[in-house]
């Protein structure tokens, strides 16, 4: 059995391309759910998380999750930027529909670096980084609910984690038929199976570069959770070791795995940007 796929982002279209996103989020795009099937997150809990608006040249938006690497970068999905103009990323927020982000950086294009070799017809190596050098972040001020999420190391194979708890938050939409992303950050803690069991599935679209996640009681990723890490604990400390990509095109309720990009094979390429001035 081969099944269609569905990558997670959600697209909007906004019907102003004047609007400022600010104005998008309040106005134009309707914020109600959640990640399905997903647990409330603590206001404390995932101060990694970036909320991501990008838009296209076709003028529609797309909302994405990002994790902050360090101060001056943040990593993210290569499918969410196709075709992309301008985004904005919001720092330090849970709420997208309350609460002022404490940090916002409206980016260019030019700032977004997808890996040389995606291939967006396979999603094959689906990751890239922004570059916030503009406007780094400030770890400091522990009231701006701002940190920074290391990155599991380059030894960490695909088969360690088998078995391991990963938890993934999201704004993306909680249900297969509310086009909405959610308000508040929410998360599930999901099984990380096999590659063979995720190939079963999606067929020659799994390598060793992705991650499965089990999905199970309809709790899944969903559109507007792309891009998002999924954390792990190894040894008391928590690491991000994957990148939502993509999904089951039938549905984010029907217990379909989620494919991630596996972050170990892509270490040295993340490092010779990050580090490189
Ligand atoms: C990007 O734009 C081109 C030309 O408008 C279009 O053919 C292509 O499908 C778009 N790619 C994606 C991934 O949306
Ligand atoms: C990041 O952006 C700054 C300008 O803000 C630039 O000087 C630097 O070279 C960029 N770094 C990378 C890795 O693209």
Excluded at 255 to 260: E, I, R
Aim: some cysteine; charged content about 20%; glycine content about 6%.
């Amino acid at each position: 059995m081969s099944l269609k796929f569905l990558l997670f982002f959600l697209t909007f279209s906004i019907c102003s391309y004047a609007l400022k996103f600010d104005t998008i989020s309040q106005s134009s795009l309707k914020f109600n759910r959640k990640i399905a099937g997903g647990t409330k997150a603590e206001r404390n809990e995932f101060l990694y998380k970036c909320a991501l608006y990008i838009t296209k040249i076709t003028e529609e938006l797309n909302f994405c999750s990002g994790s902050i690497i360090s101060d001056r970068f943040v990593i993210s999905a290569a499918h969410c930027f196709s075709n992309i103009t301008t985004g904005v990323i919001f720092a330090g927020v849970h709420n997208l529909k309350e609460e002022e982000a404490p940090y916002d950086y409206d980016f260019e294009v030019t700032d977004v670096i997808l890996h040389e070799e995606y291939d967006a017809s396979t999603y094959l190596n689906d990751i890239a980084l922004i570059n916030v050098t503009a406007y780094p972040f400030d770890f400091t001020n522990s009231k701006n609910f701002i940190q920074k999420i290391q990155i599991v190391t380059e030894l960490i194979s695909n088969d360690n984690l088998v078995g391991m708890i990963g938890r993934i938050a999201g704004w993306g939409q909680t249900t297969d038929e509310n086009r909405e992303i959610s308000n508040e950050l929410l998360y599930i803690d999901a099984e990380i199976i096999d590659l063979y069991n995720c190939k079963v599935i999606f067929g020659n679209k799994i390598r060793s570069t992705n991650l499965c996640l089990k999905s199970d009681d309809s709790r899944s990723t969903c559109q507007g959770d792309s891009g998002g890490g999924l954390q792990v604990t190894i040894n008391g400390e928590n690491f991000i070791v994957a990148l939502v990509s993509f999904g089951a095109e039938d549905g984010c309720e029907k217990n379909y795995p989620v494919v991630f990009t596996f972050l170990p094979p892509y270490f040295k390429w993340i490092n010779s940007i990050v580090n490189r001035d």
